[in-house]
């Protein structure tokens, strides 16, 4: 089972030493991959209608995740670099495709592009995509299915409700198709991954909703025969204590889980140290299990 960090970007106030350090201290431990939460902006929750849901705040700070991963690139080697979702459908789908195959390509082919559909509908707005907040998800499906196509490097030829593409092409291409993976606590986002993800992200429930989930993906996959290799991953917080961060492990890892992150925010950790100390803890447990 392969192991992860999320970046704890809501304690470290927007410090860019501090996305370095966390970092390159994830590698030098032996993390595999490095998984980074996506805003664009921050809403004032109070006086909405429909109200907000998230748990973010005008008052979190977010870094950009692909800005982020073309930095973390640079200075470090091999631990993947995952979105941890970005929110695809207030983005536009030829420029995630340009920017994620840039990142594929100065990382040697280290990104996961873990998307979702997001439930803050004051972002789409300010976004000026307020109209595809209604059907974000048909949305998610069609970029998928043409950024797939952008990132083959060949002309491309495609239309669908919201993208005309007439014989352009994405150059230079990454040098793969770059895996996409789905997150989110739905029954369609478990279906729309089931049909045409990479694998699945489980974030922020417990662990039961996600061994749950993962047996309804793998029934749905295969009902329509899809056999190909697909992943999950379940991102785990810190503050279960050490007491259980073994007995969480081994149970998704005799679930089928194929890996597993650990999440430092809401520990009461406010430097960049802590959290470093934090993963080392975690990560001799995961070594154990």
Do not use: C
Not at 82 to 91: D, E
Not at 114 to 136: F, K, P
């Amino acid at each position: 089972m392969r192991t992860g960090v999320v970046y704890p970007q809501i304690e470290l106030g927007g410090d860019v030493g501090a996305v370095k350090a966390f970092a390159q201290a994830a590698e030098d431990l032996g993390y595999d991959h490095l998984l980074v939460y996506d805003h664009v902006l921050g809403a004032e929750h109070a006086g909405r209608e429909p109200a907000l849901t998230g748990p973010y705040t005008e008052s979190d700070p977010f870094h950009e995740p692909l800005v982020m991963f073309g930095y973390l690139a640079g200075i470090t080697e091999s631990i993947e670099l995952v979105t941890g979702v970005i929110i695809l459908p207030q983005r536009q789908t030829a420029l995630v495709a340009k920017q994620a195959a840039d990142v594929d390509l100065y990382s040697g082919g280290r990104l996961r592009l873990g998307v979702g559909v997001g439930w803050n509908w004051v972002e789409y707005d300010a976004l000026e995509v307020g109209d595809y907040w209604g059907r974000r998800g048909a949305r998610q499906a069609d970029q998928v299915e043409l950024m797939r196509k952008l990132w083959s490097g060949e002309l491309v030829e495609h239309t669908d409700t919201d993208h005309t593409v007439v014989r352009a092409k994405l150059f230079p291409a990454p040098k793969r198709q770059i895996p996409v993976w789905f997150g989110g606590f739905s029954t369609p986002a478990y279906d729309r991954a089931a049909g045409i993800g990479d694998g699945f992200i489980f974030s922020g429930r417990q662990l039961d909703v996600a061994v749950e989930a993962k047996e309804r993906i793998e029934t749905t996959r295969a009902e329509i025969g899809r056999e190909d290799a697909f992943g999950f991953e379940s991102i785990m917080p810190y503050t279960n204590g050490s007491d259980r961060w073994f007995a969480d492990l081994e149970r998704w890892r005799q679930a089928g889980g194929s890996h597993a992150s650990v999440v430092t925010m809401g520990a009461g950790l406010t430097t960049v140290d802590e959290h470093i100390d934090a993963i080392e803890s975690w990560h001799s447990a995961a070594a154990s299990a």
